[in-house]
């Protein structure tokens, strides 16, 4: 049976270190996986390169399970959990895209933000408190249903949330790289904090 599995995927990003830092204590990744779409933001605690090791490390924990067929977030999430302990850790926010059954499955643990945008209304999954690699008592899977046109957003805290989704749905006619970098350059806080910001027209 033939499988449509080649997509245009219009993805914008931004991911740059703190002022005065050579490395970026923020990493992501986005994993295209045809009908599937794996995307994921991570704040190594404080900044520099400890925070950097922490990041890399859990990054590289999805990699790794994600090209073996391993999709499952909350395992996933307990892979890297252990396998962070020897870093900070840090906070991770997850998302998988299902392009058959138009859902997103989300998972975050701590503070990394993560919304759908859509001209009918957001959906905000919410986080729960913690720190990969460090201390996370428990996970909260949310599965969610999105539209085609939606954006969806994930971001770390280098980035203010007061560019608001109102700002997001006006602007989401825009390539995802443009409408990232507006956001960037209007709320980044790059002066205090690494900078990673995703956006992903589904
Ligand atoms: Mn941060």
Redesign the pocket.
Known sequence: MEQESVHTRDIGVVHRAKKGELQS??DYLIHDLGEKLFVAVI?GLG?GPKAHEAAVTIKSVFKEQIEKGNLALPMLFDLAHKRAAATRGGVVGAALVDYTRKRISFLGVGNIAMKCVGKNGNESPLSVDGIVGYTMDRKKLQDLPFEEGQVLIMH???VSERYGTAFVRANSSLPMQKLVQKIVDGFGRADR??VTFLAIKL
Do not use: A, N
């Open positions: 204590g923020d704040d900044h770390s805290d280098g904090d690494d």
